[in-house]
């Protein structure tokens, strides 16, 4: 009922040489028909190069963030939905860990990104996440229930029907230290259960992916636990080899 889905998040990395490289690589080792969706987020400036490398494979674009701005207008530096999605993406990534510590952004400005994106028809993919602090106080089903808080009052039953959930444990992000599938799981069936308050059907339909330092060794157990959904893999999306093998294992 629910379909795989692995993400690959390029970060800040890479240049036209490199990128055209990866793309080159991930269509010769990736199947035409993988059995699961994939995609990739390189940074906005190559966007159309990889729009342009991958089209007619089985890989998806998507951006690392949007505009929470509806349409044109002063927001210097800014990119919004409807240009993402004149441009060919079909996703995009939304409260990225990275973005709250760094840029300040709040679950609230998440919410409406997530909402400015749906308005174009592009799938946000809600990242949500702990940190190590937070886990040790034994705080983190608060804190991922307080980061969806703003989802459920922003968007509509339809349009919740339609977002990814990303569940990314901050502590475990770049650091090589994976959350144990126990782990991983348990949150991720608390994401769920939080879902199924508002209607069953939905929760069941909802996508909910795990990030932190996932790699083609432990993909398999993460993935096989009742409500991981798939990954969203940041390092080794870079490598077109390992990202393959962790699509396989989806
Ligand atoms: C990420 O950037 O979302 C991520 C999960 O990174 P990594 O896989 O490198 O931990």
């Not at 937070?134 to 339809?158: C, N, Y």
Request: glycine share 10%; hydrophobic share 45%.
């Amino acid at each position: 009922m629910r379909s795989n889905l692995v993400a690959g998040n390029w970060k800040m990395c890479g240049d036209s040489a490199s990128i055209g490289k990866l793309v080159a690589e991930m269509k010769a080792s990736l199947p035409a028909e993988p059995g699961v969706d994939i995609a990739v987020f390189p940074p906005s400036v190559y966007l159309a190069q990889v729009l342009v490398g991958l089209s007619g494979s089985p890989v998806a674009v998507g951006n690392q963030n949007v505009c929470d701005q509806p349409s044109d207008g002063a927001y210097t530096g800014e990119v919004s939905a409807s240009m993402l999605a004149d441009v060919g993406c079909r996703y995009v990534i939304v409260g990225h860990s990275e973005r709250r510590a760094m840029c300040g952004e709040t679950s609230e400005q998440v919410a409406q990104k997530a909402k400015q994106a749906l308005l174009q028809g592009l799938i946000p993919l809600v990242c949500v996440g702990e940190t190590e602090a937070q886990r040790d106080e034994g705080a983190t089903l608060e804190v991922i229930s307080a980061q969806l808080k703003p989802i459920f009052s922003t968007l509509s039953a339809e349009q919740l029907r339609l977002i990814v959930v990303a569940y990314e444990p901050v502590w475990a992000i770049g650091t090589g230290k994976t959350a144990s599938p126990d782990q991983a799981q348990e949150v991720h069936a608390f994401i769920r259960a939080l879902f199924s308050k508002k209607d069953e059907l939905l929760a069941k339909g909802l996508r909910i992916l795990y990030g932190g330092s996932v790699k083609a060794a432990n993909a398999g157990e993460l993935f096989a636990q009742a409500d991981i959904d798939g990954g969203l893999v940041g390092g080794a999306s870079l490598d077109a080899q390992e990202f393959s093998a962790i699509c396989r294992a989806a």
